[in-house]
């Protein structure tokens, strides 16, 4: 009797087999496959705003310098702020960048191209290189990021 209850014992299986593991390592991989560039698109998605919001903190600052340089008919410090005031494509030196520093309490990136608008001191357009790396446009109060740094 004893050998008859170990007998049939053996023969249950307890655990999982093989194909159900490799069902349940299937379907995990199908999810894994689903959801990751889901996830990856809002990770890219919350960097490119990060990015907007460094570019719209320098453009405060660098309106603000322009507007000091030019209401106040400051020409010594537009002089000092950028190389060529009197054009409206105008570039900033060192001294603008440190001011704009300054002004925003941050490290700013590379600001390039910067244009003005004809008859008054808004800026219209530049180009803005973050810390990061990644490059922004903006045109007209419209704010596009054209290269978005990459992690590594």
Do not use: C, W
Request: proline share 1%; no cysteine.
């Amino acid at each position: 009797m004893m050998k008859s209850k170990m007998r049939k014992h053996s023969n249950s299986i307890n655990g999982f087999i093989l194909v159900e593991l490799v069902v349940v390592l299937l379907i995990i991989v199908l999810l894994a496959a689903i959801i990751l560039p889901k996830v990856v698109d809002e990770i890219n998605i919350a960097r490119s705003r990060a990015e907007i919001a460094e570019t719209r903190t320098a453009m405060v600052g660098l309106q603000s310098i322009i507007t000091f340089s030019y209401e106040d008919a400051d020409r010594e410090n537009g002089v000092k702020y950028f190389n060529n005031i009197d054009t409206y494509n105008i570039k900033l030196t060192e001294a603008g960048y440190e001011k704009i520093d300054k002004l925003t309490d941050e490290d700013v990136g590379k600001i390039e191209n910067i244009i003005l608008g004809i008859g008054d001191s808004s800026v219209q357009s530049f180009r803005y290189t973050t810390q990061r790396g990644s490059t922004v446009l903006y045109i007209n109060g419209s704010y596009t990021v054209e290269k978005l740094y990459k992690v590594i």
